[in-house]
T-cell receptor, first 113, second 110 residues
Framework: SQTIHQWPATLVQPVGSPLSLECTVE??????LYWYRQAAGRGLQLLFY??????ISSEVPQNLSASRPQDRQFILSSKKLLLSDSGFYLC????????????FGPGTRLTVL | GQNIDQPTEMTATEGAIVQINCTYQ??????LFWYQQHAGEAPTFLSY????GLEEKGRFSSFLSRSKGYSYLLLKELQMKDSASYLC???????????FGDGTTLTVKP
């Protein structure tokens, strides 16, 4: 089964600073990968998804970007953070099979001050 | 697009049964999923429905009516550890993308 690693677990950054969050996946190859953000008391908002190396689709216009330099590596970045970028960032991987569920990494809690 | 509604909060007593409802409007449907999320943690998968009817997994059951755009999660024999947020998610067409509701925070009291 898949295992998803995310780091760091928590991060406090000043407004205007850059961001790089990394997600790596074990136990599968060529997975669909997703970045979600969760604001306090809210559901998960899909930010980006990727179906393969170098293939990134953005779901909402924002201050963030994503890259997939390797099959099992997914990176979320920003050049200049905004206060509104604060939240709980979750990386997810789609399991195998026609009715596969999504598996989530442990998440990164980002606070922008 | 997708629109998903579920109650914000519910409270129930230990040992009781609770039903969490979810209604959705969707432009494409490839399954409805339920996740449990404890505070500060990532969601974990509970159950899914693709066809109409009831799916049972131990203390948890989930029901789907595609014609009504309606699902519910049923939790039996509630335990204190069931206190968590329960997220309803609809998978649309293409790339396994899912739209999530805002979640229902369940508090189980002794």
């Amino acid at each position: 089964s898949q295992t998803i690693h995310q780091w760091p677990a928590t991060l406090v950054q000043p407004v205007g600073s850059p961001l790089s969050l990394e997600c790596t996946v074990e136990g599968t190859s060529n997975p669909n990968l997703y970045w979600y953000r969760q604001a306090a008391g809210r559901g998960l908002q899909l930010l980006f998804y990727s179906v393969g190396i170098g293939q990134i689709s953005s779901e909402v216009p924002q201050n963030l970007s994503a890259s997939r330099p390797q099959d099992r590596q997914f990176i979320l970045s920003s050049k200049k953070l905004l206060l509104s970028d604060s939240g709980f960032y979750l990386c997810a991987c789609l399991g195998t099979g026609a009715l596969a569920t999504q598996y989530f990494g442990p998440g990164t809690r980002l606070t922008v001050l | 697009g997708q629109n998903i509604d579920q109650p914000t909060e519910m409270t129930a007593t230990e040992g009781a049964i609770v039903q969490i409802n979810c209604t959705y409007q969707t432009s494409g449907f490839n399954g409805l999923f339920w996740y449990q999320q404890h505070a500060g943690e990532a969601p974990t998968f509970l159950s899914y429905n693709v066809l109409d009817g009831l799916e049972e997994k131990g203390r948890f059951s989930s029901f789907l009516s595609r014609s009504k755009g309606y699902s519910y999660l049923l939790l039996k024999e509630l335990q204190m550890k069931d206190s968590a947020s329960y997220l309803c998610a609809v998978r649309g067409a293409g790339a396994g993308k899912s739209t999530f509701g805002d979640g229902t925070t369940l508090t189980v009291k002794p």
